[in-house]
C-alpha cells in the first residue's frame, strides 16, 4: 500500500485538489439557492389628493310682501330672498288692465316687510303718513307738552336737557321721600340740578 501509494502520489494529490475544489464549488451554489430573494420595489405613482369639500352657504330666508293696488290678488305673498317686484306682480296675478306700469319699478328687488301699491292710470301712490312732533318753541311754555315732574317716570325726565338717567332717578327718589313739588323751581332741592340745569327746562316741565 505504501509503495502504490509513493507511485501513485501525484495522481491522488490532483484527485483530492479536484475534490475539494467540487465541495468547494457546490457549497457555493448552495448557499447561493438557499439566499432569499429580496422583493421587488415597487414604486407606485404619487397620489393627488382629493379636493376639500366645499362648506355648505346658509341660504337666505323667503321674504314677505304686501301687495295691493291695480293687481288681480292683491295680498300678502312669499317671495324668495332676492326676487324683484315684478315677481310679486306675478304672484299677484299681473296688473288690471287699468294699472299704470309707469307708476312703479318693475324691476326694483323687495325687501321683507314691503308694501306695494300699484297706481291704476291717472292715479298717484298714496301719501305715506307723516309722523307728528310735538315741538315747543324757545321760551313758549306749553303746559299740553310740557313732562310733569310729579307723575312722568325716570325713562321721560331723562329726555330733558341736562337730566340723565342718573339725575331722574334722584328725582323720583326725591318725590318719595318728600311728597310731590310744589313749584317748577323746586326741582332745583334735588342733587345735581342747578340754576343752570334749571334755566334749560324751566320752559318744559310743569308741577299740575
Known amino acids: 500500500m ?68 291695480s293687481v288681480e290678488r292683491p295680498g300678502v305673498y312669499e317671495l324668495p330672498w332676492d326676487s324683484r317686484i315684478r315677481d310679486a306682480v306675478s304672484l299677484a296675478g299681473g296688473l288690471s288692465p287699468n294699472a299704470d306700469p309707469a307708476g312703479i319699478n318693475l324691476a326694483e328687488r323687495v325687501h321683507d316687510g314691503q308694501q306695494l301699491f300699484v297706481p291704476a292710470l291717472g292715479q298717484a301712490p298714496p301719501a305715506l303718513p307723516t309722523p307728528v312732533v310735538a315741538q315747543l318753541a ?35 327718589d326725591y318725590r318719595q321721600q318728600n311728597g310731590p313739588f310744589a313749584r317748577v323751581e323746586d326741582i332745583t332741592r334735588v342733587k345735581g340740578i342747578g340754576d343752570v340745569i334749571l334755566a334749560k327746562v324751566r320752559d318744559l316741565i310743569t308741577v299740575r
Open 2 to 69: 505504501h509503495l502504490w501509494l509513493q507511485k501513485h502520489r501525484e495522481a491522488v494529490l490532483v484527485g483530492l485538489v479536484q475534490n475539494l475544489a467540487f465541495g468547494i464549488l457546490l457549497g457555493l451554489v448552495i448557499i447561493f439557492l438557499r439566499r432569499p430573494i429580496p422583493a421587488a420595489i415597487v414604486i407606485s405613482p404619487l397620489e393627488t389628493p382629493a379636493p376639500l369639500a366645499a362648506l355648505p352657504t346658509a341660504t337666505p330666508l323667503p321674504v314677505l310682501v304686501y301687495i295691493l293696488g
Open 138 to 172: 324757545p321760551g313758549a311754555p306749553s303746559s299740553s307738552a310740557a313732562i310733569n315732574i310729579n307723575t312722568a317716570d325716570a325713562a321721560t325726565l331723562a329726555t330733558l336737557p341736562g337730566i340723565g338717567p342718573v339725575i331722574a332717578q334722584r328725582v323720583i
